[in-house]
């Protein structure tokens, strides 16, 4: 007994040890960078700088109470910890954005964005007041088009520029790069790319009232929504398939001597690990819907998400993804169902700008309580197969309530949600079932 006491107590009590490797190709731990760099004078400082700043696939807001965590075990030097960051439960990452927004709330743009834009009563027919390209500019991309009646043609070539890194990467010192390169297949198409993501926004946008609606064509085919641009492209000749897709989310988008720096954010699951007291901690995954357009006139790459900037939209997919991060097509949607999907993604971004107009005073965009990039994924994925399998969600179903949109209401409030309530416990068989996907 004694000896089996002491084999269970082993088993329970041996402090966990991140493994390092195996590694995917030219990549390195975040903590490997860090025991190099940050004895360097003011490099901490400037990473966090650079971590503050809204990435692309940010998979949660860099509170202050996280970049506080974050400082705390670089200069405590635990390399253990810093791989596994932040490790919280969602309940202990919930109240950390609720501070956060309350003091974005206070700030000073924030309540100028909110006076340009004074909102609308919910349910409304229309809005209270004509709202410009120029504020809308801050919800959605639009490119070259206004709010105005227009026929375009895709028959010609897009004359947008070609893709360029400026702005998106930045030299931070000691080796250390933040921001993705070209991706080799995708960056040649932008021009393609950023001209439909341009006109699918604006297509999504003939749903908001007041405006008169853009009308593109293409050969003898029209189209004034987003899924009639899509069945419009595969009558002339174009292949589409729409793709789930699901990646590790990179909250650091960092380069070390050339080599990618992993840097997942972790979240514990309180699913215990069999054999010991810790539970599970699981990368935050990032979710987005995927268009692969190819044809005689129209080869391009869009996706849909709605990101930490706030902005529910179609945008371009240039940049090269670091290996880590994987990916994975949770399904494929093909014909009909490629076209259904883009109705719904359209749905989902008038509906998220009937709450930016009607809510402007929420912080982030309403990025957190309106949801995350998962969220309007997860809602149309329950649609389309009758499961969903992202976590987290943390859209605040009651604030879906404008009559406008009931059908992307329902879609919503039918996903689970990872907030305070903990409706999901973490704990379930259904959960165990979602979160290892």
């Not at 309106?370 to 179903?397: H, S």
């Not at 309530?421 to 290892?436: D, H, Q």
């Amino acid at each position: 007994m004694s000896i089996l006491l002491a084999l269970f107590g082993c088993r329970s009590d041996a402090p966990y040890v991140v493994p390092e490797e195996p590694m995917p190709a030219n990549t390195v731990m975040l903590s490997q960078m860090m025991r190099e760099l940050s004895a360097t004078p003011g490099f901490t400082d400037a990473m966090l700088a650079q971590l503050d700043k809204n990435g692309k696939k940010g998979p949660a807001l860099m509170t202050p109470a996280l970049v506080k965590r974050l400082r705390e075990l670089i200069l405590g030097k635990d390399w253990q910890g810093l791989d596994r960051f932040p490790g919280w439960t969602m309940q202990a990452i919930n109240p950390t954005v609720r501070v956060a927004g309350r003091v974005v709330a206070k700030d000073q743009s924030v309540t100028d964005l909110a006076a340009q834009h004074p909102g609308m009563q919910v349910g409304s027919e229309s809005t209270k007041s004509a709202v410009t390209k120029s504020q809308i500019k801050d919800y959605i991309d639009l490119g070259e088009y206004a709010l105005e009646a227009e026929k375009v043609s895709l028959d010609a070539p897009s004359k947008l520029p070609s893709f360029t890194t400026d702005g998106l990467v930045s030299e931070l010192g000691g080796g250390v790069v933040r921001g993705d390169g070209a991706n080799p297949t995708l960056a040649p198409m932008h021009a393609e790319s950023q001209r439909l993501a341009d006109l699918l926004n604006r297509l999504s946008l003939n749903g908001l009232s007041d405006y008169a609606p853009v009308t593109v064509a293409i050969e003898s085919q029209s189209a004034k929504t987003p899924q009639e641009l899509v069945k419009a492209l595969m009558t002339t000749g174009h292949t589409v398939v729409v793709a789930d897709a699901r990646y590790f989310a990179n909250f650091g988008h960092f380069h070390y001597k050339g080599q990618d720096v992993m840097m997942p954010f972790w979240v514990d699951s309180q699913i215990r690990v069999p054999g010991t007291r810790r539970s599970l901690l699981v990368p935050v995954s990032h979710a987005e819907y995927e268009w692969e357009v190819r044809g005689p006139k129209v080869n391009a790459n869009v996706s849909w998400y709605f990101g930490i900037d706030g902005k529910a939209e179609f945008r371009t997919m240039d940049t090269q993804d670091q290996s880590w991060v994987l990916g994975r097509h949770a399904h494929e949607y093909r014909d009909a169902d490629a076209v259904e999907v883009t109705r719904l993604v359209g749905k989902m971004s008038i509906a998220y700008m009937h709450q930016h107009l009607a809510r402007p005073e929420l912080p982030f965009g309403g990025y957190y309580p309106l949801g995350v990039c998962q969220d309007g994924v997860a809602a149309i994925e329950r649609k389309m197969t009758g499961k969903d399998t992202l976590f987290p969600n943390t859209a605040d179903g009651a604030l879906f309530d404008d009559r406008r949109d009931a059908e992307v209401n329902e879609l919503i409030k039918a996903i689970p949600k990872d907030r305070e309530e903990g409706c999901r416990s973490l704990r379930g068989s259904s959960v165990r079932c979602r979160l290892l996907i």
